[in-house]
């Protein structure tokens, strides 16, 4: 498992397992980077303005859109780059129009702090109700199914429902397109979450069944930091107001639909290049090989008397995140004392999460740069810690 690790130039004077939080890039694609910042920086308003000769500002970005659109599915007009899933996604879901006073709409303890708190401002600035569900755990394909499909039973004129394809508090990977295609059943639309699935799972919208997606590039995919896009299915563009009124693009403009404004444009010019060095390394391969990566850590601590392996385990449920509880890490207050515990006495970065009605958790994000030698590490942390809290 240590072959990728060569790819990356990272500091490895703490274990780092954050990946879910950005995945750092290579060095193929850190080095288009700073080319294209010099670039950006040698031209600058000149680039931004379309005043040198040959191609304006967004036909030198109009690749960048098009092999997103290719990554994920869709067509090049139903993408607008953006600085992350988070902007993505709010400007789904707070613009989302057809909701109307008395509706609802849904999100389960797994979202996204930020979009379970979008839900709930959309929620209260049109006279609807947010109804909450919590998931069950252990997760398994059928009772996450069944629990879903309760949620539509149970909740009256239920409008918009939240997915999290790849929850980033305990890795959950949901089961996108039945879960979609029960909501349409019922003339409920579903915005999709894959701010953590894009670049590590298989994602077309077409596939999954979804009209509306925000996600990131700077986790899976490898991207610098400050890229994401939004996905909105050609035919469902009016549902989504423009941001705040903008008007620098026409209506039908996808791009009316997230902020305007000067932007890191070497980011988005360097897109490109790292999808193409993700398809490089072989999607499929590089997914066997983070899914290796947690399975071996947990296969090293599942036997630690007390502790609480929380993510789900069964095939196709789980990627690479993981969570674990240590034993008595029953509150909020320990489960960051224990991370900064972990950082502190054993120079590993692991991440204490709260929002699942189950309690808080550590979670654990291996990435590709990471060596058996630190997973190895990783796992002596928590065996020698499983009486922090005893």
């Not at 709409?105 to 959309?122: C, G, N, R």
């Amino acid at each position: 498992m240590d072959d990728w690790a060569g790819r990356y130039d990272v500091d490895r004077s703490i274990a780092n397992f954050d990946a879910a939080y950005y995945g750092a890039m290579t060095k193929t694609v850190a080095a288009a980077y700073r080319q294209h910042g010099d670039w950006v920086n040698r031209h600058n308003a000149l680039f931004l303005r379309s005043a040198l000769p040959g191609p304006s500002r967004d036909a030198r970005l109009q690749p960048a859109i098009e092999s997103v659109a290719t990554l994920v599915g869709a067509k090049p007009g139903e993408i607008a780059l953006c600085a992350g899933g988070t902007e993505a996604l709010y400007g789904l879901i707070v613009n989302y129009r057809p909701l109307k006073a008395g509706e609802a709409v849904l999100t389960a303890d797994t979202d996204y702090d930020e979009m379970q708190f979008a839900m709930a401002h959309l929620a209260a600035t049109r006279d609807a109700r947010h109804v909450r569900i919590t998931l069950p755990e252990p997760a398994t394909t059928a009772n996450i199914l069944a629990a879903y499909s309760q949620a539509l039973r149970d909740t009256p004129r239920l409008k918009l429902l939240l997915i999290t394809h790849v929850s980033n508090r305990n890795g959950l990977v949901l089961p996108v397109r039945e879960i979609a295609a029960m909501a349409k059943a019922q003339g409920v639309d579903v915005i999709l979450d894959s701010a953590q699935s894009v670049g590590l799972l298989p994602v077309d919208v077409t596939a999954l069944g979804v009209d509306f997606m925000g996600f990131s590039l700077h986790k899976w995919v490898a991207a610098p930091l400050g890229v994401g896009a939004v996905y909105i299915r050609a035919d469902r563009l009016g549902d989504i107001a423009p941001w705040l009124g903008n008007r620098i693009h026409p209506d039908a403009d996808i791009r009316a639909r997230i902020p305007s404004g000067t932007v890191d444009f070497a980011a988005r010019l360097t897109i490109p290049a790292a999808i193409a060095e993700h398809h490089a390394l072989g999607p499929a391969q590089k997914l066997v090989t983070l899914v290796e990566k947690r399975r071996y850590w947990v296969d090293r601590v599942r036997d630690v008397p007390g502790l609480t392996i929380v993510h789900p385990e069964e095939a196709d449920r789980c990627a690479v995140i993981g969570a674990f509880r240590l034993p008595g890490q029953n509150s909020w207050d320990k489960t960051r004392a224990a991370q900064q515990r972990f950082l502190d006495k054993h120079r590993v970065l692991v991440v204490a999460k709260q929002g699942l009605a189950s309690g808080p958790v550590l979670r654990v994000t291996p990435s590709l740069f990471n060596t058996d030698d630190e997973l190895d590490h990783l796992a002596h942390a928590v065996q020698e810690e499983r009486g922090l809290f005893a």
